[in-house]
């Protein structure tokens, strides 16, 4: 069973440009979260999309911005980069439905963003 | 608001020796808690999951953890350390709240070093 993929794996922008990631979740999975991490912040949560619909988001500017297609996938947009926007993107998914129990969350090898 | 505090951003041990990576948490309800470890230039991988019923947890590759809500504690051990178990370690809650399930909230994380 394939993973959790997220392309593309390495980019680098300059400041004010914009970047789009992608997210294929594992077959079934119907949630995805993405999740930046960088050095000083460590792991924050950004967003949740279930069955596309945002469910939950994270305290991110409006700058970053995502969405979940029919399919399950999930892009996640950041429009005037920063330099402070530098990090790994990650992506999770999760067979969780509903509920309150969560779901274990599959986690891709991410995105590395590097802003010039 | 929930948090979590790992203690020791680096912990180094002999391969061999006991290894001991602590956790604690505030929260306004008792959350989950997770346990994950990521290698270098890789995603997340979950070790192990507290939810409800036993505190003593067993998760993959040797390693257990045991909630102590008295103490907001949920610290990770393993009895005798490998060489491959050096990673970083990130424990993580979640609040046990309707469709709450794919937002964590990630501790600093401890890097852990084996030596020979």
């Known amino acids: 069973k394939a993973g959790v993929t997220q392309t593309p794996r390495y980019l680098i922008k300059t400041r004010g440009q914009q970047v789009t990631l992608s997210c294929s979740p594992i077959s079934g999975h119907r949630s995805v979260s993405w999740y930046q991490q960088t050095p000083g912040q460590g792991l924050q949560f950004l967003f949740e999309?279930?069955?596309?619909?945002?469910?939950n988001k994270g305290n991110f500017p409006g700058r970053f911005s995502g969405r979940q297609f029919s399919n399950s996938r999930s892009e996640m947009n950041v429009s005037t980069l920063e330099l402070g926007d530098s990090a790994l993107y990650l992506c999770?998914?999760?067979?969780?439905?509903?509920?309150?129990?969560?779901?274990?969350?599959?986690f891709g090898e991410g995105s590395r963003l590097t802003v010039l | 608001a929930q948090s979590v505090t790992q203690l020791g951003s680096h912990v180094s041990v002999s391969e061999g020796a006991l290894v001991l990576l602590r956790c604690n948490y505030s929260?306004?309800?008792?959350?989950?808690l997770f346990w994950y470890v990521q290698y270098p230039n890789q995603g997340l991988q979950l070790l192990l999951k507290y939810t409800t019923g036993a505190t003593l947890v067993k998760g993959i590759n040797g390693f257990e953890a045991e909630f102590k809500k008295s103490e907001t504690s949920f610290h990770l051990t393993k009895p005798s350390a490998h060489m491959s178990d050096a990673a970083e370690y990130f424990c993580?809650?979640?609040?046990?709240?309707?469709?709450?399930?794919?937002?964590?909230?990630f501790g600093q994380g401890t890097e852990l070093s084996v030596k020979p």
């Open positions: 999770a998914s999760s067979l969780a439905a509903s509920g309150r129990v969560p779901g274990e969350l599959f």
């Open positions: 999309y279930f069955s596309e619909t945002q469910r």
């Open positions: 929260s306004s309800v008792p959350p989950y």
């Open positions: 993580a809650v979640s609040l046990p709240i309707y469709n709450q399930g794919g937002k964590l909230i």
